[in-house]
Structure formats: C-alpha cells, structure tokens
C-alpha cells in the first residue's frame, strides 16, 4: 500500500495531481508543468520531497565506513558540510547518487533516493564495521524543498540564523518558523534555495507559514513534473535514467566526485582502470535541432550508425526546444557533433552541447 507523506493532505486540498512514485502518493503537478517550472526559475517554488530517505551513521569509525562505501572524499569535509556522492557496487556499477551530511567526525546523514531507500540501507548494513551505528530515520524525517529568487528572504523571515552566511552544501541546525530543523543550502533545480528537514509533527504548520508568508512573492506548491525538468536542463543525473548499476561514475560524468587518489573503497580498483583506458562511452547533452521532444530509450544515430540510447529528455520550459541526455560511445561524445534521434521511425537532428543547458549563476547568492 502506498505511503502518504505528512503534506498529503495540502496536495489534495490544491487539487494536485496524485500518482504512486515509488510507493509513496506524490504530487506530479497542480497547474501545470510549465508554469510552475517558470515560478522556481522566477519567484518561489515548495516541493514536497519527504519521500527522500535518510540514514543516520554515528560512531567512532563512522568516517572511515563512509570512506568505505562511497567514492567521494568525506575526510575533507567539515561541521556543517554537505558532500554530493555515490555508492558503487565492486564492478563500479552505482548502487546510488546521495548526499552525506557531516553534523561531527562521529555524526553523518546519507540522503538517499526514494526508490533506493531499502536495498541502499541493505548494502550500507551489509559493509557496517563494529562500531558503528546504522540508522534508518526516513519515515521520520519530513522534507521541503524551497527553491527559487526569492527563497531566501522568505525563509530569512522566520529564522534568526543569517541564511546567506550559509554556503552552498553547507547546512546548520537551528530554528525556524519555531520549529526545529536542518536548514541545508542544498537542492535539484540549479536555483538558490533550501531543503528543510524537520519531524513530521511539525509539517503542516511549516508548509501554512511558508505560504502565508510568501504571497506576495507568488509562491507556490510545485510537483515532481516540474522538479524533473529543472533537474534536466541543469544536466543533474537521474537515478534510474541517467545512473543504474550498470553505468559507473566515469562514464557518467561524475569523475568529479570519485576522489581515485582515496584509500580503499569499494569498486575503486574498476574505476581506476575505466579512468586509464577512458570509458566506452560518455553521458552526453545534446539539444534538439529539429522539433521533436526525446524520451527515455529513444535511440541515437550518427548517420546510419546507432550512437546511443536517449536517458532523460523533455520539453526545456526555459529554451522552448527539446533537450536530452544519453550515453554515446567516446569517440562521438564530442560538443558540437550532429546526431539523430529516432522518434517512431521518423529521424530528427539533434546536437551535442555543452552542459548546463541554462545557466547556473543564480545558484549564487
């Protein structure tokens, strides 16, 4: 039976469009894609993402486990930071993409993807060295994401902490709305903003304040459709599109947070030897040239030749055209190359670009 999270009710209320997104009953849209789309691009957007899991890793080798089991480098972080990774399985095929926040050398929390949350927590329990704890807290921890321009004086109204002051993947701890939570500089949207996390008794409550108090900046309630295409035209991975067990972080354009220079961790060996041959093939952004929108496993030409497999696409609300994404082999993965895509039979030219397909500045303050 799917779950509800404690904003369910308000989607409802919104007549949101409800669907089953990974066992949990989530909003897709309340107006439409586009349109609220521009709201977080332009003003302020609320997402609920309570479906998010989060463990809890505490102890005196709880560095070192997370060394261990993800391929960035969490020795380099300090109080208060957060750390962009993944979990890869021996062969370097990734288990999942997540966040690691560090509270203290013996305090950590791994934001996990919704439809990952039991088998992450299976692998991560399965290489749990003695002392070392290994919570799962995902159902009962809530999630909002608070995206956009004018996110920041809006939240800054309810909180004494200087929100600026925080920088991006950095978080603190603290008060808002007067409730207890993590404020983290963190989100998928490519905009300035927050996700707040709090105990789900106190959800209703936040979600009226943040609504009351953002009517004249036009907030509004925005669901996965439009968190999707965000993501996409900042060229951010999907988990079960762009990134599965049977891609690896090199491939994947995530050589940037697979630290190969760490000591040991699991599927290093793989992955040092993908990085000295270079990998078959890329995860390129390409741009529609023709007008056509690219769907998951469309396949890609060059010329007569298949390229490629589409892995995420749309309609970019901020371009007007058609974007994607998809893995091509190395020699084709070049800015600038012409491909195909095969849209039922029918071939329509696209290019290779360079990523992000919009640009990222606003996430700086």
Same mark, same amino acid.
């Given at each position: ?32 894609? @586009? ?37 960035? %480098? ?24 997540? =966040? ?12 996990? @993807?919704?439809?990952?949350?039991? !088998?992450?927590?299976?692998?991560? !329990?399965?290489?749990?060295?003695? *002392?070392?704890?290994?919570? %799962?807290?995902?159902? @009962? ?6 995206? *956009? ?33 993590? =404020?983290?500089?963190? *989100? ?34 925005? *669901? &996965?459709?439009?968190?999707?295409? &965000? ?9 079960? %599109? ?23 961790? =699991?599927g290093k060996d793989i992955l040092v030897k993908v990085k000295e041959e270079k990998p078959n093939r890329r995860l390129i952004a390409f741009k529609m040239?023709?007008?056509g929108i690219p769907r998951h496993g469309y396949s890609l030409y060059l010329g007569e030749e298949l390229a490629g497999t589409v892995t995420s696409g749309?309609?970019?609300?901020s371009l007007g055209v058609g974007i994607g994404t998809g893995y091509v082999h190395r020699e084709w993965a070049k800015i600038g190359t012409e491909l195909? &895509?095969?849209?039922?039979? !029918?071939?329509?030219?696209? &290019? ?14």
């Amino acid at each position: 039976m799917s779950k509800k999270t404690p904003f369910y009710d308000r989607h409802i209320a919104l007549d949101a469009k409800i669907v089953d997104f990974t066992g949990y009953m989530m909003p897709i849209s309340y107006t439409s894609i @586009n349109q609220e789309h521009q709201v977080v691009r332009n003003a302020v957007g609320v997402f609920d993402v309570s479906h998010m899991g989060e463990f809890m890793v505490s102890g005196k080798q709880a560095e070192t486990f997370l060394q261990h089991i993800t391929v960035n %480098n969490v020795a380099q972080l300090i109080d208060g930071q957060a750390q962009y990774s993944a979990m890869c399985y021996p062969d370097g095929g990734i288990v999942d993409d997540l =966040i690691v926040y560090r509270f203290h050398k013996k305090k950590y929390m791994m934001v996990v @993807n919704a439809s990952n949350i039991d !088998k992450d927590f299976s692998w991560a !329990k399965k290489h749990l060295p003695e *002392g070392v704890t290994l919570r %799962n807290d995902s159902d @009962n921890i809530a999630l909002l994401a608070v995206q *956009g321009p004018e996110s920041v004086g809006i939240l800054q109204s309810f909180t004494d902490i200087p929100l600026k002051e925080i920088g991006f993947y950095h978080f603190a701890e603290g008060t808002l709305a007067g409730r207890k939570m993590i =404020i983290s500089r963190t *989100g998928y949207t490519g905009e300035p903003g927050f996700e707040l996390y709090h105990d789900p008794a106190d959800s209703l409550a936040l979600w009226d304040a943040l609504f009351e108090a953002g009517k004249s900046a036009g907030i509004q309630a925005v *669901g &996965l459709g439009a968190r999707d295409t &965000l993501r996409l035209e900042m060229k951010y991975a999907l988990y079960g %599109n762009d990134i599965d067990k049977t891609t690896n972080p090199i491939e994947a354009g995530l050589g940037w947070i697979t630290k190969l220079n760490n000591e040991d961790f =699991i599927g290093k060996d793989i992955l040092v030897k993908v990085k000295e041959e270079k990998p078959n093939r890329r995860l390129i952004a390409f741009k529609m040239l023709d007008r056509g929108i690219p769907r998951h496993g469309y396949s890609l030409y060059l010329g007569e030749e298949l390229a490629g497999t589409v892995t995420s696409g749309t309609m970019s609300p901020s371009l007007g055209v058609g974007i994607g994404t998809g893995y091509v082999h190395r020699e084709w993965a070049k800015i600038g190359t012409e491909l195909f &895509l095969d849209v039922r039979g !029918k071939r329509l030219q696209a &290019l290779i670009v360079k990523p992000p397909f919009v640009d990222s500045s606003p996430l700086s303050f």
